[in-house]
């Protein structure tokens, strides 16, 4: 079956510029996290989504960053204002339960954002 | 915000060569989950474990759990250099049940 897709894989813009990150998650998942990955670090926890609702979005860094689920789906990273410092990979994963049981998260591959 | 060290940051082995990487935290965990990405991919899921103590294997990985829930390990024996890659150990703890703090993660080389 197919796993999580994130688009573009790639985006390089420029700073002050607006930009939109998808992620499909695993059909049938209702969780999704997105996470940030800069180069030599960790995955850094940005928002959780369980169904439509964000259930907690505090690692998103300051008001520039929003993410959305409105069909409990899909979901969009949105970035306003893009400043170098953003620059990283994004990445999206899914798990197939919710808060009540641990379980594995499954990651797309993540999208490159580089901004100039 | 809760914490997750992860030692060495890096590892070189020889081909055959054991390796292990180590994770602790200040506070107790819920559960641990350990993934590897490798180079230019994505984390992907190994394990979790959850209680106590506990030690499971994959093949030639071992995995085991603090007693006090504080801390892990991931042992592979006989290396191969099919096991390049970034190993993470990733914590539930501090009061959450979803949220996973990554360690800074272990890149393992293997000369052939």
């Known amino acids: 079956g197919a796993g999580v897709s994130q688009t573009p894989s790639n985006k390089v813009t420029e700073k002050g510029k607006y930009v939109e990150l998808r992620c499909d998650p695993i059909s049938g998942h209702t969780a999704l996290y997105w996470y940030r990955q800069s180069l030599g670090q960790g995955p850094e926890f940005l928002i959780y989504?369980?169904?439509?609702?964000?259930?907690?979005d505090s690692g998103l860094p300051n008001d520039r960053f929003f993410a959305v689920r409105p069909e409990g789906s899909v979901s969009t990273l949105k970035i306003q204002r893009t400043e170098r410092g953003d620059s990283a990979v994004y990445l999206c994963?899914?798990?197939?339960?919710?808060?009540?049981?641990?379980?594995?998260?499954?990651f797309g591959p993540g999208t490159r954002l580089t901004v100039l | 915000g809760q914490q997750v060290m992860q030692i060495p940051q890096y590892q070189h082995v020889q081909e055959g060569e054991d390796f292990t990487t180590y994770c602790n935290s200040s506070?107790?965990?819920?559960?641990i989950q350990w993934y590897k990405q490798r180079p230019g991919g994505h984390p992907v899921f190994l394990i979790q474990?959850?209680?106590?103590?506990e030690v499971k294997k994959q093949k030639r990985l071992t995995f085991q759990f603090g007693e006090a829930k504080k801390n892990s390990s991931l042992h592979i024996t006989a290396t191969q250099t099919t096991d390049v890659g970034t190993y993470f150990c990733?914590?539930?703890?501090?009061?959450?049940?979803?949220?996973?703090?990554f360690g800074k993660g272990t890149l393992l080389t293997v000369n052939p």
């Open positions: 990733a914590a539930i703890g501090g009061g959450s049940n979803y949220k996973l703090t």
């Open positions: 506070t107790t965990l819920s559960n």
């Open positions: 994963a899914s798990s197939s339960k919710g808060p009540s049981s641990y379980n594995e998260q499954f």
């Open positions: 989504f369980q169904g439509t609702g964000a259930a907690d």
């Open positions: 474990l959850v209680k106590s103590g």
